[in-house]
């Protein structure tokens, strides 16, 4: 990433192999997948740390799930991703179990097998729990409060029968995922870089994403040789363009996980290659001076876009109300005529200005280096 020879002919050849030879490439489909592979492969050439993080396009509870004794339902919750058990449910006995995550299990009695765990929530009724990672799909789950754990304990020490059933219905396509980079930081804090890397039907999605995903994969190279002040993650994302999908669980696991308030600046590149002319996006003053002082310094000839709209649109948007010391950028691009092909088959690897590639990456080097301190 050294000369701008070695920059175009990496972005050339990434495009030919992720664009021209895949072809269209939405989630949920194998041929995204392949996508998500060679990303995969790539970034982990120079950065240790780079993680697959599974999610599902569309996971519900069929009404109702239910735990029954003798005529009484318990007040139950299901736990986001998990699997169903078979439609006509079973008979089934409670069971403490060693594992402090769920530490009730329900025991089938017609095959002795454990076809059901229970959680339970930290308050007295029942919490929210979202499954992440090799939890997605795992056993069915059920959620209870404390105020259920008592009776719970009764049933398991008088070896009760219970009914159970919880059917779930979800997307049945291949496994889909993010791909998340990460480069530590001498601090906790975090800057995160987002560009999804999936496309719609019939177009390879050259200009829309995958060129600024490209980019920001040419970024996580350049930064994996550097220790900044904050961690950088680099999230190339699925399905943002069937209702940014990816980006959504993404935040959902980083609440489940505790680490979402570390999270200080995100920053969003979608289409940086409509034009040489970068398009910024923000409320917050202080970024929007970053962006000028950037272009000034680089003196690249572009005429770049300024407004003050808040960041919080295409996969910035799960971001937004985090907490309330978090703040963000959006990038786009006007300029050229390649937005004309947005969407269509038109948006192919060879319709992709290398120019903009370029002038996109100098920029956001300068740029993403100063907000994390590199």
Same mark, same amino acid.
């Not at 790539?42 to 009404?63: E, K």
């Not at 339902?73 to 008979?91: K, P, Y």
């Not at 409670?94 to 095959?111: A, C, H, K, M």
């Given at each position: 990433?050294?000369?701008?020879?070695?920059?175009?002919?990496?972005?050339?050849?990434?495009?030919? =192999? #992720?664009?021209?030879?895949?072809?269209?490439?939405? @989630? /949920? +489909? !194998?041929?995204?997948?392949?996508?998500? %592979? $060679?990303?995969?492969?790539?970034?982990?050439?120079?950065?240790?740390?780079?993680?697959?993080?599974?999610?599902?396009?569309?996971?519900?509870?069929?009404?109702?799930?239910?735990?029954?004794?003798?005529?009484? =339902? #318990?007040?139950?919750?299901?736990?986001?991703?998990? @699997? /169903? +058990? !078979?439609?006509?449910?079973?008979?089934? %006995? $409670?069971?403490?179990?060693?594992?402090?995550?769920?530490?009730?299990?329900?025991?089938?009695?017609?095959?002795?097998?454990?076809?059901?765990?229970?959680?339970?929530?930290?308050?007295?009724?029942?919490?929210?729990?979202?499954?992440?990672?090799?939890?997605?799909?795992?056993?069915? +789950?059920?959620?209870?409060?404390?105020?259920?754990?008592?009776?719970?304990?009764?049933?398991?020490?008088?070896?009760?029968?219970?009914?159970?059933?919880?059917?779930?219905?979800?997307?049945?396509?291949?496994?889909?995922?993010?791909?998340?980079?990460?480069?530590?930081?001498?601090?906790?804090?975090?800057?995160?870089?987002?560009?999804?890397?999936?496309?719609?039907?019939?177009?390879?999605?050259?200009?829309?994403?995958?060129?600024?995903?490209?980019?920001?994969?040419?970024?996580?190279?350049?930064?994996?040789?550097?220790?900044?002040?904050?961690?950088?993650?680099?999230?190339?994302?699925?399905?943002?363009?069937?209702?940014?999908?990816?980006?959504?669980?993404?935040?959902?696991?980083?609440?489940?996980?505790?680490?979402?308030?570390?999270?200080?600046?995100?920053?969003?590149?979608?289409?940086?290659?409509?034009?040489?002319?970068?398009?910024?996006?923000?409320?917050?003053?202080?970024?929007?001076?970053?962006?000028?002082?950037?272009?000034?310094?680089?003196?690249?000839?572009?005429?770049?876009?300024?407004?003050?709209?808040?960041?919080?649109?295409?996969?910035?948007?799960?971001?937004?109300?985090?907490?309330?010391?978090?703040?963000?950028?959006?990038?786009?691009?006007?300029?050229?005529?390649?937005?004309?092909?947005?969407?269509?088959?038109?948006?192919?690897?060879?319709?992709?200005?290398?120019?903009?590639?370029?002038?996109?990456?100098?920029?956001?080097?300068?740029?993403?280096?100063?907000?994390?301190?590199?």
């Amino acid at each position: 990433m050294e000369t701008p020879c070695s920059r175009m002919q990496y972005a050339e050849r990434m495009l030919q =192999r #992720l664009c021209a030879e895949i072809g269209p490439h939405p @989630s /949920g +489909t !194998a041929e995204y997948e392949e996508v998500v %592979r $060679i990303i995969h492969e790539d970034l982990s050439s120079s950065i240790a740390d780079v993680q697959l993080d599974r999610y599902l396009d569309y996971w519900a509870v069929v009404p109702s799930a239910e735990i029954n004794h003798q005529g009484n =339902r #318990l007040a139950v919750g299901v736990a986001e991703n998990c @699997s /169903g +058990t !078979a439609a006509a449910g079973f008979d089934g %006995r $409670i069971r403490l179990t060693p594992d402090t995550s769920t530490p009730f299990g329900i025991q089938n009695v017609e095959t002795g097998t454990m076809d059901a765990l229970i959680q339970v929530s930290t308050d007295v009724g029942v919490q929210p729990v979202y499954l992440y990672g090799d939890a997605i799909l795992g056993p069915p +789950t059920f959620v209870v409060g404390l105020r259920d754990v008592p009776f719970l304990k009764m049933l398991a020490e008088t070896d009760a029968v219970v009914q159970t059933r919880l059917r779930v219905v979800h997307s049945t396509d291949c496994p889909t995922h993010n791909i998340v980079a990460r480069i530590p930081g001498q601090a906790a804090d975090e800057v995160i870089v987002i560009a999804h890397a999936d496309s719609i039907i019939r177009t390879e999605g050259a200009n829309d994403n995958m060129a600024s995903a490209i980019v920001a994969m040419m970024l996580a190279h350049v930064f994996a040789k550097s220790t900044p002040q904050s961690t950088l993650r680099f999230l190339i994302t699925g399905s943002e363009e069937y209702g940014l999908i990816g980006a959504r669980h993404y935040v959902r696991r980083r609440v489940q996980e505790g680490t979402h308030r570390d999270i200080r600046c995100v920053i969003n590149f979608d289409s940086l290659t409509y034009g040489p002319n970068l398009w910024t996006s923000t409320h917050d003053e202080d970024l929007t001076a970053t962006v000028r002082a950037v272009h000034e310094e680089l003196q690249l000839g572009t005429e770049p876009i300024y407004d003050d709209t808040p960041c919080w649109m295409n996969d910035a948007a799960p971001f937004k109300d985090l907490h309330s010391h978090i703040t963000g950028v959006n990038f786009n691009s006007r300029g050229y005529e390649t937005l004309a092909a947005n969407h269509t088959p038109a948006d192919d690897a060879a319709n992709v200005p290398m120019d903009c590639v370029e002038s996109a990456f100098l920029t956001m080097q300068s740029f993403v280096g100063r907000i994390a301190g590199s």
